[in-house]
């Protein structure tokens, strides 16, 4: 079955940053998380530097609808190059108001929220955060205020 999944580079930290989105979505890493000492050793590839193996090479997170959240490390001894930008956002469609605020809440704390959580003129509850790994997210609930 086709799907889509959200891959996230980070400096050294996506052992906190996965742990954190593990608190705030729940449930379990899929499958192995991979470290770069698991890469088998080939000819003509350089020694990894002891601070970099115990880095992520891959883990993976399902949170809302069943998305993956994918991540790694990206060691400059590896020829990583990581550029932190604002080109990205995660979106997350929550069903309910409580949940959007909810993981509003908990993503932007130790944050930036660039936008309050607020009905906005297209008829969604509306809102924006840079978590404090410097992820950008936006929650869209179409869930009307019944008050």
């Not at 990581?82 to 469609?93: A, E, F, K, P």
Request: hydrophobic share 35%; net charge negative; glycine share 10%.
């Amino acid at each position: 079955m086709a799907s889509v999944s959200t891959y996230l580079n980070f400096q050294r930290e996506t052992e906190a940053a996965f742990n954190f989105y593990k608190s705030v979505f729940g449930g379990e890493f899929i499958g192995a998380v991979s470290r770069f000492r698991d890469i088998p050793p080939t000819e003509g590839m350089p020694e990894l530097p002891e601070a970099d193996k115990d880095l992520i090479m891959n883990i993976a997170l399902k949170i809302l609808g069943g998305h993956l959240l994918m991540g790694t490390d990206a060691p400059e001894s590896m020829g990583f190059k990581l550029r932190q930008g604002n080109n990205v956002y995660i979106t997350l469609h929550p069903d309910t108001r409580a949940e959007t605020k909810k993981l509003f809440d908990a993503l932007s704390d130790g944050g930036v929220v660039e936008q309050e959580l607020q009905d906005m003129f297209w008829g969604d509850y509306y809102g924006s955060c840079r978590d404090k790994f410097g992820v950008q997210w936006m929650f869209n609930c179409s869930e009307k205020d019944n008050r």
